[in-house]
């Protein structure tokens, strides 16, 4: 008779649910630039789904699309021109800014720039911004603020000689925001009248960099001097605004680039000295991350699709991406009488919102419906549960993901099948990091224990793609290509078949043994390979024995 709860032994990888809540991890990747000591400086998001960034010491522009991971790189028609700060603007092409040529430039989709003069000679135009679909940047040499029309330049004095300008952004209610390194203060233009009010820092020569604003009208900046994130509050809209800063944990960092995140109103940000990428609330609660490559001087940011970020590395060549850990089940919303039960801890000292979704992202953008999303509000190292009843799964079964937003620091969950008709019988689900599945790639997983007996008990496997949902695989085409081989205790091969799997979506393969074309065994050996797909694949094996009883076992690596 099998044990209700029969987890198999995973090596090396396997999540003990009671010791789940541990230090923020991330899952890194880096793509090589083509160009070497190209310099990537600033980063976008375009309305192409496509990320353009500048690379400074090349002279280029370049395109890094995700989910094909293709990269093109484009060379600006004035030489040494000095590509710097970069937007997307409203119409769908993208802008950038030429520090050395004193040029303001556009790139469309078919890769062709076009550039327009500065009327200020010498003006070294620093930051831009577009979202609104307006053209505005920094000209740090002349300490102005731009404006690009159809009808041409408009240029603004800033009122505080020499203020250095540098980052600018916009708030999507018609007023510019940006930041004055030497003057030590946020200026804000306003679109309508051109009138400049300015709000002082309140730590001395706090070193301004990069600005951004939230969809709660706060304008964050880093202060890569003082080694501090701050904001500037929505009271913020006239002067002289409230002024919030929080110091960034690890000292000496240089803070100096940074990206609001729109889905759930965190800040990220990189440290050029430390090496690292950070996020902080508005409540001051940090997370960092330490970049993979040693001394890469992460620069330049952007917040892409379902919790991926990517930045550039200045030093290294390349550019970036992270992406928070989850825990990961595959559950079931009401099967044949089951469902899934999901017991959840904060085991942070403060309170912190846990979310679980079919989907990473709690607000991402969907093709379709987007799934409900589980989000529990938890007290300091409080608790609470949610049922599968609460439908987070399109179909039958689905991965869920389970992550602290507020920290990055993952909850205790207990993820537990039930019949509510035979409640004796519930089972747990065993879970496992997300960044452990990624690390695995296309590790076949082995079953040992797989059974088909004469009077009905039989082994199913339930297998799940979990790249498209956590949002690692942007844009998958295809899931995951597979091979199932059973074999007996003995080593012999009893009989193969392949599969493929939708991304985002389960299979779920019913007396396994059977459909390999196996006849009874008790003990026989099956095997799961992915032999193809961009996918990652995570998969349990669930036996029913002969009196009826489950049990559940993860694959083992071989």
């Known amino acids: 008779m099998l044990s209700r709860v029969n987890i198999a032994a995973v090596v090396g990888f396997l999540l003990t649910l009671a010791a789940v809540g541990q230090s923020a991890t991330g899952i890194f990747g880096e793509t090589r630039l083509p160009t070497p000591a190209a310099q990537p400086t600033e980063i976008v998001v375009g309305w192409d789904s496509a990320l353009w960034f500048t690379e400074f010491a090349a002279n280029k522009v370049a395109r890094y699309y995700p989910p094909t991971r293709e990269l093109i790189e484009y060379v600006v028609p004035t030489p040494n021109s000095g590509p710097l700060g970069i937007t997307s603007g409203g ?35 620093v930051g831009i911004t577009g979202a609104t679909g307006s053209i505005w940047f920094t000209e740090s040499a002349a300490n102005k603020i731009g404006h690009l029309t159809p009808a041409g330049f408009t240029e603004t004095i800033i009122p505080t000689p020499a203020s250095l300008p540098m980052g600018v952004t916009d708030d999507f209610l018609g007023g510019i925001w940006f930041a004055e390194v030497q003057g030590n203060k946020i200026g804000h233009l306003a679109a309508s009248s051109g009138t400049i009010t300015e709000t002082v820092i309140p730590t001395p020569n706090a070193g301004l960099t990069n600005l951004s604003s939230d969809t709660t009208g706060r304008v964050w900046f880093a202060e890569s001097a003082a080694n501090k994130i701050g904001f500037l509050s929505p009271t913020g809209f006239v002067s002289p605004g409230v002024i919030t800063e929080f110091p960034v944990p690890s000292p000496q960092s240089t803070p100096t680039h940074v990206a609001a995140d729109f889905s759930s109103e965190v ?89 679980g979704s079919q989907s990473f992202t709690p607000f991402f953008v969907c093709a379709g419906p987007c799934p409900p999303t589980i989000g529990l509000r938890l007290p300091a190292q409080g608790t609470g549960s949610a049922a599968g009843s609460q439908a987070v799964y399109r179909g039958d079964f689905g991965a869920v993901f389970f992550y602290t937003r507020e920290d990055g620091v993952l909850p205790n969950v207990r993820a537990r099948l039930v019949n509510p008709s035979s409640p004796a019988r519930s089972i747990d689900l065993p879970g496992i990091r997300l960044s452990t599945l990624s690390s695995l790639g296309m590790t076949p997983l082995v079953f040992p224990s797989a059974l088909r007996t004469a009077a009905g008990g039989h082994s199913n496997v339930l297998i799940a793609e979990v790249g498209s949902g956590s949002g690692l695989r942007v844009g998958l085409v295809t899931g995951l290509q597979l091979q199932v081989e059973a074999f007996s205790a003995d080593g012999q091969s009893l009989g193969r078949s392949t599969f493929s799997v939708a991304p985002g979506a389960p299979l779920y393969l019913v007396d396994v043994l059977g459909i390999l074309g196996v006849g009874n065994a008790t003990q026989a050996q099956v095997r799961v390979t992915q032999t193809g797909g961009e996918g990652i694949m995570w998969a349990y094996l669930i036996t029913v024995a002969d009196d009826g009883d489950i049990g559940i076992s993860t694959g083992a690596t071989p």
């Open 91 to 125: 119409t769908g092409a993208i802008w950038f800014t030429e520090f050395a040529a004193g040029k303001i430039a556009m790139i469309n989709s078919a890769g062709v720039i076009t550039e327009y003069t500065i009327p200020t000679p010498a003006s070294a135009p």
């Open 267 to 355: 800040l990220w940000f990189t440290e050029q000295a430390t090496n690292k990428i950070g996020f902080v609330t508005a409540t001051g609660r940090f997370t960092e991350y330490v970049a993979p490559t040693p001394a890469s001087q992460p620069t330049g940011i952007a917040v892409y699709l379902s919790g991926n970020i990517f930045f550039t590395e200045l030093s290294a060549n390349a550019i970036g991406s992270l992406h928070q850990d989850a825990i990961v089940f595959i559950a079931t919303r009401g099967v044949a009488g089951w469902t899934t039960e999901f017991d959840i801890a904060n085991v942070e000292a403060r309170a912190a919102t846990v979310f």
